[in-house]
């Protein structure tokens, strides 16, 4: 594939193009109900924006390989997306009666199966991050890339990440802004932030193949990646509650504490936080290759690097 062929835009549909396809292989529709009802909230994916953040990240250090090297990164968190999406719809969550333009899964097959379908999908996104046909080629750095994307898709998952925020979305403890900026940054920001933290490591590790660092230096860096993505995602979710009905029943939108204008300059400023992490952590690690002489081809990934600075612009 010659991305540098490509507009920005036509690489986002393709991506999202390819997610489709390849998950109408991973869940055959055809065959059985079950497969019928795992693939159905799959249909329609949308700008698969978690994908897109985590390969643009693996783009801007290890260039076109980290990109095609992550692909099963990419399925897994938007896997894991869906599954969050496909319990928040659930009765006893949230009621949501249509989800990228067609009726929930609960209200297609029923609570209980909605409440399985979720936990499938969540079970198969940790299954395809170690799934691959070229086991007898792996190296032992593959099998520590997964086992770290593992690790941090699991902490944005579980009671650090969506789950809390569920739970204070449940508990209904929203009662001034700094309650909803967390229950942005644990339902929305923490999966980004993995997302981001997931590319970073198959940019160092699949695209320049480099040996690992000393641990305080890798922690450093992912630590840096997470908070990239997390301040995208707390904006996000900012632009979302804009476009919302704040006089809704019952809604837990950031306009209930502050106003439109107010909320716009505070989207404005975790955009411009999440950029201006991003050129910190790039010109860190440009920094450490050139000390080691492993200096990567950093022309070759500047196309990535312009395009996630773009998207990432106020």
């Not at 990164?73 to 599954?83: N, P, R």
């Not at 789950?163 to 940054?185: K, Y």
């Not at 476009?243 to 809604?251: F, K």
Request: charged share 20%; hydrophobic share 45%; with cysteine.
């Amino acid at each position: 594939m010659n991305f540098s062929a490509m507009t920005f835009k036509d690489i986002q549909v393709h991506w999202s193009q390819q997610l489709e396809d390849d998950f109408k292989k991973l869940f055959p529709s055809s065959e059985n109900e079950t497969g019928r009802a795992m693939a159905y909230p799959l249909q329609k994916l949308g700008k698969c924006v978690r994908p897109v953040l985590l390969k643009m990240m693996a783009g801007c250090v290890g260039g076109d390989k980290a990109i095609l090297s992550s692909q099963r990164a990419a399925w897994a968190v938007e896997l894991a997306h869906t599954y969050s999406l496909v319990h928040d719809d659930l009765g006893c969550m949230d009621n949501g009666q249509e989800r990228r333009g067609q009726p929930c899964v609960h209200k297609v097959f029923g609570e209980a199966q909605g409440v399985l379908v979720g936990d499938g999908l969540l079970a198969q996104s940790f299954a395809v991050l170690c799934a691959d046909s070229r086991c007898e080629l792996k190296t032992l750095q593959d099998y520590q890339v997964e086992s770290l994307w593992v690790q941090i898709l699991g902490q944005a998952l579980g009671h650090q990440g969506i789950v809390e925020g569920q739970w204070m979305d449940m508990a209904g403890a929203l009662h001034n802004l700094d309650d909803v900026l967390v229950l942005h940054r644990q339902k929305t920001g923490a999966l980004m932030g993995a997302c981001v933290e997931m590319g970073l490591v198959a940019g160092l590790y699949l695209g320049l193949q480099m040996g690992f660092w000393e641990p305080s230096q890798e922690d450093l860096w992912r630590a840096m990646a997470k908070k990239i993505g997390s301040a995208w995602g707390i904006a996000f979710q900012i632009a979302d509650d804009l476009q919302d009905d704040v006089a809704e029943e019952g809604c837990k939108n950031i306009l209930n504490f502050i106003t439109r204008d107010e909320a716009y300059t505070l989207l404005q400023s975790y955009r411009v936080q999440a950029l201006e992490g991003l050129q910190v952590l790039l010109q860190q690690v440009d920094k450490q290759l050139e000390a080691t002489q492993q200096k990567p081809a950093v022309a070759y990934h500047m196309m990535w690097r312009k395009y996630f600075r773009d998207y990432l612009a106020p």
